[in-house]
């Protein structure tokens, strides 16, 4: 059964139609890959699923459970709003970690805000997460003491620590120099190895087909092609051809 079911999902921001009709699902340990130009309706797209912007048509299912149904016309409180968001982790592209707060800080600020386990529990899981991503040595160390892609393997951390249903990337590596890249992807693939459910949108596109289970190539707000990573050595459409050839 689907770990994830996105039907008929439909955005706009006034006159500009964004998502336009989206489908598709999604099976737990699976990784999916949404790739397409700069305002293809990407990022509205995890937005939507993270309940950071409300789809005007459409639903949204997480594991049998609707957590996003257009046609019931109430604005969750913001109790239900946290409890919805709490299926999906995401990771920004410029981080967003609280410069205020040391690293391990970041990690647990928000299971403590939880309170469903003890201070000493959150903080050995945290440092736990801390040590996959390779940063056990800055446990202690403030974000502007960290370079790119560490304060990036921070941020996955710190959306790990909610124990996500789903875990969401919007380009996690544009903010990042190449040579810092590496080891964000490395990161990345590593949860894939260890069968995490997650939704990438990237433009790293030998990563997308390494990595992913299937691959949605939206274009102009609507799935234009949607397959398994063959679909990047044998793309179908025009415009997949020609969105790979700018690579």
């Given amino acids: 059964m689907a770990i994830l079911e996105v039907k008929n999902l439909n955005k706009s921001f006034g006159r500009n139609h964004v998502l336009k009709g989206i489908d598709f699902t999604l099976e737990k340990g699976e ?3 949404i790739i397409g130009s700069s305002g293809s309706g990407k990022t509205t797209l995890l937005r939507c699923l993270n309940s950071l912007e409300f789809a005007d048509e459409g639903q949204i299912i997480v594991n049998s459970e609707t957590i996003f149904d257009a046609a019931i016309n109430k604005r969750p409180s913001e109790k239900e709003l946290r409890l919805k968001r709490l299926h999906f982790g995401l990771v920004f592209q410029n981080f967003n970690l609280f410069p205020q707060y040391s690293v391990l800080e970041n990690v647990t600020l928000a299971p403590r805000l939880l309170k469903k386990y003890s201070k000493e529990e959150i903080e050995k899981y945290a440092l736990g997460l801390i040590d996959s991503v ?24 710190r959306a790990l620590a909610m124990k996500p249903n789903i875990l969401c990337f919007d380009e996690p590596t544009s903010a990042l120099d190449p040579e810092l890249t590496g080891e964000v992807l490395k990161v990345i693939r590593s949860l894939a190895e260890r069968h995490m459910t997650m939704i990438i949108v990237t433009h790293e596109m030998t990563f997308a087909h390494d990595v992913s289970d299937k691959i949605i190539f939206m274009d102009d707000g609507v799935i234009a092609e949607y397959g398994d990573p063959g679909i990047l050595e044998h793309p179908k459409s025009e415009r997949l051809q020609a969105f790979l050839t700018s690579f």
């Fill in 134 to 157: 390779g940063l056990k040595d800055k446990v202690n160390s403030y974000p502007c003491e960290l370079s790119g892609g560490q304060q990036q393997r921070v941020a996955i951390a």
């Fill in 31 to 33: 990784v999916l890959s």
